[in-house]
């Protein structure tokens, strides 16, 4: 179920080299201000470092929420 | 009419993919029933990871480089062409010099490094992801006495673990040579840990606070300005550099960004398990140029390559697909000039570098010459 209106999903479960964030710093670079990009993660350490990266880098939170081990968080570009 | 397989790029994955259908398929071909094209743009093949050695000069360059069809198996049909058009529409790829009809395509184009990505990189920058890049750093290391080097990454890049292990080999380099003491070595990357792997970045961590390496993280490189010998970051902060080596961010082949086959970066999307370009059941993937949120590597090339080649003869023969990539990737992790670790992972298995150890250093240097066993599609 979408939960918010995103631009771009991307799918990182199951992937740890690069693995979650580096996926989202990729998407994030190629984007264009206010693009909202959702991340799947099931990596536990996800919910710490993302949320960490997207708020050292000045990004916003769009939402963010487990389903089962699954990790959602939508970013919006904010710069 | 023969089933004609065409493969694009005779890199790692094409040329594996090509060589062990060969290798599975003699009296198919030999009866014309089967007809294996590998399109390669290049007459060379390179050994990428010898990069690392030539920047060191541990090795001469022409120790990692073979003429095409000196690896290439005799029933392999080797076709030098710079293809410009892959066609699903028509199942057709249009070259420089002439058009290929396919009826199983393998698309094996891989990545390459943008000098271009961030204002005055290609002027600013030195590199080690290329030929030229990494013979032009092994010349100003060699001369290079005192001052600081800075290395910055961008993403995506091939082989995850490179930045990290020139960062390490360059350490050592500069206290055999007596000169460490003069050497400022920096190393920066875009995340909070030095490595995406959180593993990895644990296993790299008390290397670099024991060998006075200095790193910052949440690095983010925008801006090169070659003049002032300064490197950019987004929060505009000016890094002074003597030497910058920079992985900058990668892109897919002009070929499936010219084909609409890509995405933003022009890498094709593909099905994580049976490697078909997403949308179709006739083209496959293998290696760099997949989308796959995987590490662009060599072995993951090979496993990729194992996967695809059993599903293809498979078809061929009129049996079911039955195999499936399961993600498996490994990595060496140099941690010197002589010795290293090293890791494998899938989708369902995290890392977990093993102990460093000259041993694995010693492996390392054996697989650089087994590696040709394992593009002849033998190994
Ligand atoms: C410095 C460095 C160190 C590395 N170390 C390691 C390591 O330790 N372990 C590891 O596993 N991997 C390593 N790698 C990565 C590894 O080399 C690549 O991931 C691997 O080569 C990918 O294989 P590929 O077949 O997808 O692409 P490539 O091997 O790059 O081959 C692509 C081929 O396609 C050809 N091509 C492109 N466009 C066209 C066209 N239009 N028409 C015809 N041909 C075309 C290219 O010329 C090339 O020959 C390293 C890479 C570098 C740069």
Redesign the interface.
């Known amino acids: 179920m979408r939960q918010v209106d995103f631009t771009k999903q991307v799918d990182a479960r199951g992937t740890y080299c690069p693995g979650p964030l580096m996926e989202l710093v990729k998407s994030i670079k190629r984007g264009q201000m206010g693009d909202v990009i959702e991340l799947i993660s099931d990596d536990k350490g996800s919910r710490v470092d993302i949320p960490e990266w997207v708020n050292k880098m000045g990004h916003e939170i769009a939402n963010e929420r487990l389903e089962g081990e699954d990790y959602y968080i939508a970013v919006r570009k904010m710069k | 009419m023969p089933k004609k397989i065409v493969i694009v790029g005779g890199g790692s994955g094409g040329m594996m993919v090509a060589n062990r259908l060969a290798r599975q398929l003699p009296d198919e071909i030999k009866r014309n029933e089967v007809e294996i094209t590998l399109l390669s743009n290049t007459e060379k093949h390179i050994y990428q990871p010898g990069y690392l050695f030539i920047a060191f000069n541990e090795q001469q360059p022409e120790h990692f480089i073979r003429k095409q069809e000196r690896i290439a198996h005799r029933l392999v049909n080797l076709v030098y062409d710079d293809v410009q058009i892959i066609d699903p529409g028509t199942n057709r790829v249009h070259g420089d010099k002439s058009t290929y009809s396919y009826d199983y395509l393998v698309i094996a184009t891989g990545s390459h490094p943008d000098m271009n990505s961030i204002p005055g990189l290609s002027e600013g920058a030195d590199n080690f992801y290329t030929l030229e890049g990494a013979e032009k750093l092994r010349d100003k290391l060699a001369d290079f006495q005192e001052g600081k080097i800075l290395i910055t990454i961008d ?2 890049h091939k082989c ?1 673990a490179a930045p990290l292990e020139i960062t390490l080999m360059l350490d050592d380099y500069f206290r055999k040579k007596g000169v460490r003491d003069q050497v400022e070595i920096k190393y920066t990357y ?4 030095i490595h ?3 593993p ?1 970045a644990d296993w790299g961590l008390p290397e670099f606070e024991k060998r006075n390496i200095d790193y910052e993280t ?1 690095f ?1 490189l925008e801006e090169v300005d070659s003049k002032k010998k300064v490197a950019i970051t ?1 929060d505009g902060e000016e890094h002074s550099y003597d030497i910058l080596i920079s992985i900058p ?1 990668h892109t897919g082949a002009k070929a499936v960004i010219d084909s609409g086959l890509g995405d ?2 022009g890498f094709i999307p593909t099905d ?1 398990y049976n490697l078909k370009m997403e949308g179709s059941d006739d083209v496959y993937v293998v290696g760099d140029a997949t989308n ?4 662009k590597a060599g072995s993951t090339a090979h496993y990729q390559a194992e996967t695809l080649v059993h599903n293809l003869i498979s078809r061929v023969k009129g049996r079911p697909e039955t195999a499936r990539y399961s ?1 498996k ?1 490994a ?1 060496f992790l140099e941690n010197s000039l002589e010795d290293a670790s090293m890791i494998t ?1 899938d ?2 298995h ?2 977990k570098p093993a102990t460093t150890s000259d041993m694995l250093h010693w492996f390392k240097s054996v697989y650089n010459e087994l590696y040709w066993l394992n593009a002849r599609g033998i190994l």
């Open positions: 993403v995506p995850p875009p995340i909070g840990r995406s792997l959180q990895v949440f983010n987004m961010a933003e970066d994580r796959l949120p995987i590490s993600g990737v990595c992972f989708y369902q995290p890392p």
